[in-house]
């Protein structure tokens, strides 16, 4: 397949509305179309559900999108490698992992290290945990940015976030004037989260807190995104629970508000190459918080 394939069905998996991710991608619908439909006969599945007025991603769409979005940053990563080596510039830093790291810590980080180091040039990819790891196994990857510790004995690692999940509430939900929720509340409600198939690690985090104090979530609805997930509470469609930093998609339709026993923690985690060489790495490493041991 081609990566030209990989990067129309990522457009229409984000927008969920052809017309839309045909602009997107500068292109005729209909082309778009006939990209998507050529994609699905050559993997043997539906990538997407369609109708008149809607279009969704299949189980088989969900497995299929974590691993398109690594593909295209691995592939951009390698073109850009490709390009500093045979240019005349410094260094390139190719940085990769969850949103904790690349919407969360990282913008202030990345501040700071360019101010030292303003030769070296920078590429941020967001991709899940598995990707980031086996981006750092081809190298296409010289940092990652994890969930858990990396288990490979090739690489290094250090904690550098843990930060609570907070409720995501309709802005009339009646829980939406505390100034905390009790699990009980949201327990109780329709609840709006990932595929599991998408992000296992937040999947059982989240599963494990409420089931730890003897409810069973009621999961309604199913969002890969977190743009997704917020549209969805806003529409009344359930609750949701989010790593803190998603309090920065501001919403005139949602509140954000602490659970009242803390919530689940989620922690990240930087990994980098035991036999890496470049300084920059180093350089960068120097810029990033670590979180104390217990």
Do not use: C
């Not at 990209?35 to 997407?48: A, S, T, W």
């Not at 010289?142 to 409720?167: C, Q, W």
């Amino acid at each position: 397949m081609e990566l030209k394939q990989l990067r129309i069905f990522i457009a229409v998996a984000e927008e969920l509305h052809f017309g839309r991710a045909a602009e997107r991608m500068h292109m005729a619908q209909p082309a778009l179309s006939a990209q998507v439909r050529g994609l699905e006969e050559r993997l043997g599945v539906k990538l997407f559900e369609r109708t008149t007025r809607t279009v969704s991603l299949t189980r088989a769409g969900e497995v299929f999108l974590p691993e398109a979005l690594a593909t295209v940053a691995q592939a951009e990563a390698a073109a850009s490698a490709a390009r500093a080596v045979g240019g005349a510039g410094g260094d390139m830093l190719k940085l990769g992992g969850v949103d904790s790291a690349t919407a969360g810590i990282l913008p202030d980080v990345i501040r700071r290290f360019r101010r030292t180091s303003p030769d070296v040039e920078l590429k941020v990819f967001e991709m899940l945990s598995g990707p980031a790891i086996h981006g750092l196994s081809n190298k296409s990857l010289d940092i990652g940015f994890v969930r858990n510790p990396p288990k490979e004995d090739y690489l290094l690692s250090r904690h550098v976030l843990t930060e609570p999940m907070v409720a995501v509430l309709p802005v009339d939900h009646p829980a939406a004037a505390m100034e905390a929720v009790p699990t009980r509340l949201i327990a109780a409600e329709p609840l709006v989260l990932p595929a599991r198939s998408h992000r296992p690690i937040l999947f059982d985090l989240v599963h494990h807190y409420f089931v730890e104090r003897g409810f069973d979530p009621n999961i309604a609805q199913e969002a890969n995104e977190r743009h997704t997930i917020i549209a969805m509470v806003a529409a009344g469609l359930g609750v949701s629970i989010v790593p803190r930093w998603v309090e920065s998609l501001h919403h005139d339709a949602v509140v954000y508000r602490p659970l009242e026993d803390g919530g689940p923690l989620v922690e990240t985690h930087v990994a980098w190459r035991s036999s890496e060489t470049l300084d920059a790495v180093a350089q960068f490493l120097e810029h990033l918080p670590e979180v104390p041991a217990d």
